[in-house]
C-alpha cells in the first residue's frame, strides 16, 4: 500500500520592519507637529501663561512693594466695577476708537485704491506711505502735540487767522478724542493701506475688463468689483484694528505731559488705567482685575465681529 506524503506547506515569510523604516515612519508622523511648535511654545511662554498669571494675581491683593498680601477673591473686580474711573475709561477707549478706526479704514482703502493705479514710482509712493508706521509713538506724540496744543497750537493759530475761537484740545471731552484719533488714524492708515493693496492686486484683471466692456466708470468698478472683492481683507482689518483699538495706551499716553488722561481723565483708556493702578497706586491685584475685564470684553468684540463676518460671508455666498 502506497503511502502519500504531503509536501510541508510553504511557510510565509516574516517581515521584518528595521529601524530606519521605523524612524522614517515617526518621521511622517512627528516632523508636522514638530514644525508648528515653535509658534506655539513661544504663544505659551509669552502670551497664555501671562494671562494666566494675571487673572491669579487679580485674585489676590497683590502689591507692587508688598507683593503677594494674601487671597482677596473676586475683591479686585467688585471694587473696579465700582469705580467711576473704570467706566470713564471704558467709554473713552470706545469713543477714540471709533473715531479712529471708521475714517483709518476708509482712507486705507481709498489709498490703496490709488496705489494700485499706474503710477509712476510705484514703490516709492508704496515705502511712502509706510513711514509713519515706523516713526516711534513718541515722536508722533510730540509733533501732534504742538500741532493740537491749546495756545500755540498750528491748528488754532490757523482758525484764530480766519477769525474762528480755538478748540480746547485739552479740555473737552470729543476735541481730546478727536485729537488723539488723528494720531492714530496717521500711524496706521498706511499700514493698513498696504494690506488692502495686497488685495486689491489679488483681484483678477478679468473682472475689470468685463466691467470695462459693460460700460462701467472706474467708479462703478471700484463698487461693484474692488470692495466685494475685498470683502475678506475688510474683515480682517476691522478685526484686527478693534483689538489694536481697545488696547491703545501709545498715543493717549504721550498726549500731555502728564500722562493721566487729562485733569477730569478725559481721555484716559482702559490701558493707561491699568498703569494708574499698577504703578500709579502700586496696586497690582486691582490693575491685574481691570486687565482680565479688558481681555473679556475684547473676546466679547472678535465673537460678536465672528457673527458678523459668517452673516455677511453666507450673504455673499448666496448672492
Given at each position: 500500500m502506497a503511502v502519500t506524503v504531503?509536501?510541508?506547506?510553504?511557510?510565509?515569510?516574516?517581515?521584518?520592519?528595521?529601524?530606519?523604516?521605523?524612524?522614517?515612519?515617526?518621521?511622517?508622523?512627528?516632523?508636522?507637529y514638530l514644525y508648528i511648535s515653535p509658534f506655539f511654545i513661544l504663544?505659551?511662554?509669552?502670551?497664555?501663561?501671562?494671562?494666566?498669571?494675571?487673572?491669579?494675581?487679580?485674585?489676590?491683593?497683590?502689591?507692587?512693594?508688598?507683593?503677594?498680601?494674601?487671597?482677596?477673591?473676586?475683591?479686585?473686580?467688585t471694587f473696579v466695577l465700582s469705580q467711576p474711573y473704570f467706566w470713564n475709561a471704558v467709554g473713552n477707549t470706545f469713543s477714540i476708537f471709533l473715531i479712529s478706526a471708521v475714517p483709518q479704514i476708509i482712507l486705507a482703502i481709498?489709498?490703496?485704491?490709488?496705489?494700485?493705479?499706474?503710477?509712476?514710482?510705484?514703490?516709492?509712493?508704496?515705502?511712502?506711505?509706510l513711514v509713519p508706521y515706523v516713526v516711534a509713538p513718541v515722536?508722533?506724540?510730540?509733533?501732534?502735540g504742538n500741532v493740537f496744543a491749546d495756545q500755540s497750537g498750528?491748528?488754532?493759530?490757523?482758525?484764530t487767522s480766519i477769525g474762528l475761537d480755538p478748540?480746547?484740545?485739552?479740555?473737552?471731552?470729543?476735541?481730546?478724542?478727536?485729537?488723539?484719533?488723528?494720531?492714530?488714524d496717521f500711524r496706521w492708515t498706511g499700514y493698513n493701506a498696504l494690506i488692502f493693496l495686497a488685495a486689491m492686486q489679488a483681484v483678477p484683471r478679468d473682472m475689470y475688463e468685463a466691467a470695462i466692456l459693460d460700460g462701467a466708470s472706474r467708479w462703478r468698478q471700484f463698487i461693484s468689483v474692488t470692495v466685494p472683492m475685498l470683502r475678506p481683507t475688510i474683515i480682517f482689518v476691522?478685526?484686527?484694528?478693534?483689538?489694536?483699538?481697545?488696547?491703545?495706551?501709545?498715543e493717549p499716553r504721550v498726549f500731555d505731559a502728564y500722562g493721566l488722561g487729562g485733569a477730569d481723565r478725559q481721555w484716559q483708556t482702559l490701558t493707561m488705567y491699568i498703569w494708574e493702578l499698577g504703578w500709579g497706586q502700586r496696586n497690582l491685584g486691582r490693575a491685574s482685575a481691570v486687565a482680565w475685564l479688558l481681555f473679556v470684553i475684547i473676546v466679547l468684540i472678535a465673537a460678536l465681529n465672528f457673527l458678523i463676518t459668517r452673516r455677511i460671508a453666507s450673504q455673499g455666498g448666496r448672492k
Open positions: 504531503k509536501p510541508p506547506a510553504a511557510r510565509t515569510p516574516v517581515r521584518r520592519v528595521g529601524f530606519s523604516s521605523r524612524l522614517a515612519r515617526w518621521d511622517v508622523k512627528i516632523s508636522p504663544f505659551a511662554i509669552v502670551g497664555l501663561f501671562p494671562l494666566i498669571y494675571t487673572g491669579w494675581v487679580s485674585l489676590h491683593n497683590w502689591n507692587l512693594i508688598g507683593g503677594n498680601l494674601g487671597f482677596s477673591g473676586a475683591e479686585n473686580f481709498g489709498i490703496a485704491a490709488v496705489l494700485d493705479a499706474n503710477l509712476r514710482a510705484k514703490t516709492f509712493w508704496r515705502m511712502g506711505v515722536a508722533v506724540g510730540l509733533i501732534f498750528a491748528i488754532n493759530g490757523l482758525l478748540v480746547p484740545w485739552h479740555s473737552n471731552t470729543l476735541a481730546s478724542h478727536i485729537a488723539i484719533a488723528t494720531m492714530v476691522v478685526i484686527t484694528a478693534t483689538i489694536g483699538g481697545l488696547q491703545i495706551f501709545d
